[in-house]
C-alpha cells in the first residue's frame, strides 16, 4: 500500500497507520535495515537520499540517522497535527479524506463497500474502526474515526498508535546532490599519497607536483550515464583550472572496464590528465566514496577541502538545462584564494559503487551459470546487452561484476526493471507486457549480489539468446523515415522536436503491427507517433488529446496487435512524429523511422487510442502534492486494451477508475511512482469490458515544489502545454470496436 499526502499531515500518518496496519517495532527495523546499505547502524551520506523522508529523520542535524533517532522523528512527525479540529471533525475533503477514501477501496477486496476482519486483519484497528460492533466497517465508520483522532491529536481515542516508513516508499526515482555533514566525511583531514596503475599498468603516484595549488581527484566510469554527461564539464574544468596550477587525476572505478572503453571515454571528451585504474578499490575504501561521479579537492597541503558533485545539471532521474550550482568550481576558486570553500561536502548522484562491507561476505549456494544468468536474461538482457538499448551489458558475468553496485541500489528501490503499476487487492486482471521482478527472483537475485557470487560450472549456464539486428516485427510492408537529421546537443535538455511525413497512399490501409527505431537509440527518450487524415490540419502535430497511433519508450519499440485486430492508416494520410531527445554528454543525429506491417484483410477488430484530458490543470507554486483529477462517461459499451498516463517532469502519480452504473468502483490502474522517463504503456493481458454510462476517473499529482530536482521553475504556477517545462494530465486509453466496412469507427 501507498499514499500520496505529505508526509506533515497528521491524516496522512492516522491513514498510513489504518490501512498499512505496521504496528510491530521490527517493521521499522526492517525498513530502517533496508536504506542502512552498509550496515553500519547508521544512515547517512547517500543512504539519506534514498528518499525525500530520511532527512526529516535527522533530529539534532548532524548528517545521519540511528533507528531510536527515526522511531523518535517519526512519532514527532505523527503528532504534527494540521488543519481547524472542527473541519477533521466533520470529515472535511481536505487530504486526510481523499487518502482514507482512495485506501479504503485498495483494502476493499470484493468491493462491496465494507471491510471485514479477513480484509483489515489488524484486530486492534478494525475493533477502534467498527463503531457499531457490527462486525465490519463501512468507509463512513473510518472516516469519522480518523477525522477524529486527528483532532485530537490520536489520544483521547486510545487508537493503536503505529509508525511506518510509508511515505519513504513513495520516494520518486530522481537523486540530486545534498549538502552532507563535512565531520563525517573526512572533509579536514590529510589524503595519503597512494600508488594506483595507469591504463598501460605502470605504476603511478596520486600525488600533485609540490608546486600545484590544488588537486582534483574525479571518480569516472566510462559506462555510467552520469558520468558521460558529465564529461564535457569536467573537461573545461581541467582545461581551464590545469592553466592555474591545479592538477588533476581520473580514476575508473570500474575494475573490469575495457581499457579501449575506458580509453575511447577520455579522448571523447578531450581529458587529458593522468587516468587511473584502481581494481582493489584502494582508493574508493580510503576515502568513502559512494558514486562514480564524485570529485575530491586536495589543497597544496593534501588536507581534503571539498568532496562531492561536479554541479547539480544532472542527477539520477533528471536533467537541467544548465547547473544551478557549480560545487566543484566554487570549491577550486576559493582554494586559490586560500579560502574554505563554500560547500564542502554533497552526495554525488550517480552509479553506485560496489563496496563490499566485509572481506569475507557470505556465501551463497546461488551460483551465476545455474541461477542469476537465467533471472537476468529473463528480466534485463533484453535491453542490457551489447549493442542494446541500455547504458552498460548484463549478459556476462564480469559485467554483473562490474556493475553490482548500481544493480543492488536500483532494483532495492523499485527502479528497475522498469515497471511502476502496483497490483491491487483483489486485482484479477494481469498486464501483458509486466516487467517486474518476481518475489523469488527479487529475493535470489539480491542474495547472491551481497554474497561472494559464485560463478558455477559453465555447463550450467542458460543457452543465450540471440537478438536480430534488423527489424524485431521482420521485415515491414513499408518504411516512413522523418525527412532530414535531427541534431541533437551534447549537453543539457532539447525542447520537443517535431517532424512530419507523406504516407503517399492511395487506399486505406489496415496496421497490424509497427515497429520505431531511431538511428541514435542513446539519445530517444520517448516518441509519440499521430495518424493526421488527409486535409487535416497538423494543430502542431497535435497536443495529444486526440489520442495517438504508436509510441516508442526504451525497451518498447514494437507492438504486433493480436491476430484479427488493426489500425486504420487512411488514404492520403501524414504521420508526425513528436520526440523528446536527451542529451548524454556527445553531440549526434538522429533520423527516426517506422515500420508498419499492413493486414491482409480488414480485420474483425479496429483499434483505437481516446485521451481523457485536462486542460486546464492550474498547479500552485511550490505545491508538493497537487491533486488534479478529471472525470469521463462512457457512452457507449467498451473494451479498454491499455492505459498510457502522461504527465511532464513535475508529475508523481497517475490513477485510473471506473464507477460502473451499479455503484461498483474499481481501480484500473495505479502508478503511485510516475516516471518521466518512462511513459509506459500498460497492456491487460485479456480485454476489459467497460458498460456505457460507467464513469472513468483520472488522478494525477503533481510535485512543484523545489524539493524535485527535476522541477524547471518551483516558482513558476504551471499550467498545460506541451513542452517540458509545461505540465499535461493525459490518460490515454486503448481500446477496440467492431469494424463494420463504409461505417466510421466510433471512438
Not at 45 to 63: F, K, T, V
Not at 356 to 379: C, G, K
Not at 624 to 650: C, G, L, Q, W, Y
Not at 693 to 711: E, F, H, L, Q, W
Request: a negative charge; aromatic letters at 8%; hydrophobic letters at 35%.
Amino acid at each position: 500500500m501507498r499514499f500520496r499526502i505529505p508526509l506533515s499531515s497528521l491524516a496522512a500518518f492516522s491513514v498510513a497507520a489504518f490501512l498499512l496496519h505496521a504496528a510491530a517495532a521490527d517493521e521499522i527495523e526492517d525498513k530502517f535495515k533496508q536504506y542502512d546499505t552498509n550496515h553500519d547502524g547508521v544512515l547517512s551520506g547517500d543512504e539519506l537520499n534514498a528518499s525525500p523522508i530520511l532527512r526529516q529523520l535527522d533530529l539534532n542535524g548532524d548528517g545521519k540517522v540511528t533507528l531510536e533517532e527515526a522511531r523518535e522523528a517519526l512519532t514527532k512527525l505523527k503528532q504534527a497535527g494540521q488543519g481547524p479540529k472542527e473541519k477533521l471533525r466533520e470529515g472535511g475533503v481536505g487530504n486526510g479524506r481523499i487518502a482514507t477514501e482512495l485506501l479504503f477501496k485498495r483494502l476493499d477486496k470484493n468491493g462491496d463497500g465494507k471491510l471485514t476482519p479477513d480484509e483489515l486483519p489488524d484486530k486492534a484497528w478494525f475493533d477502534k474502526l467498527d463503531l457499531n460492533h457490527d462486525g465490519v466497517v463501512t468507509l463512513e465508520e473510518a472516516l469519522k474515526v480518523v477525522a477524529e483522532s486527528i483532532a485530537h491529536r490520536g489520544s483521547d481515542r486510545g487508537l493503536p498508535q503505529t509508525t511506518t516508513f510509508a511515505e519513504a516508499d513513495m520516494a520518486p526515482f530522481k537523486e540530486q546532490p545534498q549538502l552532507l555533514k563535512t565531520g563525517e566525511r573526512g572533509v579536514g583531514r590529510r589524503v595519503d599519497d597512494l600508488t594506483l596503475k595507469n591504463l598501460d599498468g605502470s605504476n603511478v603516484k596520486l600525488a600533485a607536483p609540490k608546486s600545484a595549488r590544488a588537486t582534483v581527484v574525479a571518480l569516472f566510469s566510462s559506462s555510467c550515464p552520469i558520468s558521460n554527461k558529465l564529461g564535457p564539464e569536467l573537461a573545461r574544468i581541467e582545461k581551464e583550472y590545469a592553466a592555474k596550477n591545479v592538477s588533476f587525476f581520473l580514476v575508473n572505478i570500474a575494475p573490469e572496464s575495457k581499457v579501449a572503453e575506458v580509453r575511447k571515454f577520455l579522448t571523447g571528451f578531450g581529458l587529458t590528465s593522468p587516468a587511473l585504474n584502481d581494481p582493489a578499490q584502494v582508493f574508493e575504501r580510503s576515502i568513502g566514496a559512494t558514486t562514480s561521479t564524485e570529485v575530491f579537492v586536495l589543497d597544496a597541503a593534501r588536507t581534503l577541502v571539498y568532496r562531492g558533485a561536479i554541479n547539480d545539471q544532472y542527477g539520477l532521474g533528471y536533467s537541467k538545462n544548465a547547473p544551478g550550482k557549480n560545487y566543484l568550481r566554487d570549491a577550486l576558486d576559493a582554494v586559490l584564494r586560500d579560502a574554505a570553500p563554500p560547500i564542502a561536502a554533497t552526495s554525488a548522484p550517480g552509479c553506485a559503487l560496489d563496496l563490499p562491507n566485509t572481506p569475507q561476505p557470505a556465501h551463497t549456494t546461488l551460483t551465476y551459470n545455474h541461477d542469476v544468468s537465467r533471472i537476468l536474461q529473463a528480466n534485463c538482457v533484453g535491453c542490457h546487452r551489447a549493442d542494446g538499448i541500455a547504458p552498460f551489458p548484463l549478459d556476462n558475468y564480469a559485467d554483473v561484476i562490474e556493475h553490482a553496485g548500481m544493480m543492488k541500489k536500483q532494483i532495492n528501490r523499485g527502479a528497475m526493471p522498469p515497471w511502476f503499476a502496483v497490483k491491487e487487492p483483489g486485482q484479477e486482471h494481469e498486464w501483458l507486457n509486466d516487467r517486474s521482478l518476481s518475489d523469488i527472483d527479487k529475493t535470489d537475485l539480491l542474495a547472491w549480489l551481497n554474497s561472494d557470487r559464485p560463478k558455477g560450472n559453465p555447463a550450467d549456464a542458460p543457452v543465450p539468446h540471440h537478438f536480430s539486428k534488423g527489424w524485431m516485427i521482420g521485415q515491414p510492408d513499408v518504411v516512413y523515415q522523418i525527412p532530414q537529421p535531427i541534431q541533437i546537443k551534447a549537453e543539457g535538455t532539447m525542447p520537443y522536436q517535431t517532424a512530419v511525413v507523406e504516407t503517399n497512399l492511395t487506399e486505406d490501409r489496415w496496421v497490424r503491427g509497427y515497429e520505431i527505431q531511431p538511428t541514435d537509440r542513446a539519445v530517444v527518450h520517448h516518441v509519440i507517433v499521430r495518424v493526421h487524415s488527409k486535409g487535416a490540419g497538423l494543430k502542431e502535430a497535435g497536443d495529444g488529446r486526440d489520442g495517438f497511433f504508436a509510441a516508442y519508450v526504451p525497451g518498447n519499440s514494437y507492438r504486433l496487435l493480436p491476430e484479427g485486430f488493426a489500425k486504420l492508416l487512411p488514404a492520403g494520410s501524414r504521420i508526425s512524429f513528436q520526440i523528446h531527445y536527451t542529451p548524454n554528454g556527445h553531440a549526434t543525429q538522429d533520423q527516426l523511422k517506422i515500420g508498419l506491417l499492413f493486414a491482409a484483410q480488414p480485420p474483425q477488430y479496429e483499434v483505437h487510442v481516446v485521451g481523457i484530458a485536462k486542460p486546464g490543470i492550474n498547479i500552485p507554486p511550490g505545491d508538493a502534492n497537487h491533486v488534479e483529477t478529471k472525470d469521463t462517461v462512457i457512452p457507449t459499451n467498451m473494451m479498454f486494451m491499455s492505459f498510457m498516463p502522461h504527465m511532464h517532469v513535475r508529475g508523481k502519480s497517475f490513477t485510473y477508475e471506473v464507477t460502473t452504473p451499479d455503484g461498483k468502483t474499481e481501480t484500473l490502474l495505479d502508478v503511485p511512482h510516475y516516471d518521466f522517463n518512462w511513459q509506459i504503456q500498460y497492456q491487460y493481458a485479456q480485454p476489459k469490458f467497460i458498460p456505457a454510462g460507467s464513469k472513468v476517473r483520472i488522478t494525477a499529482v503533481y510535485d512543484n515544489s523545489a524539493n524535485n530536482p527535476a522541477n524547471p521553475d518551483p516558482n513558476k504556477t504551471v499550467r498545460w502545454g506541451e513542452q517540458t517545462s509545461n505540465e499535461m494530465m493525459i490518460g490515454y486509453v486503448e481500446h477496440f470496436t467492431p469494424y463494420t466496412p463504409n461505417k466510421v469507427a466510433q471512438k
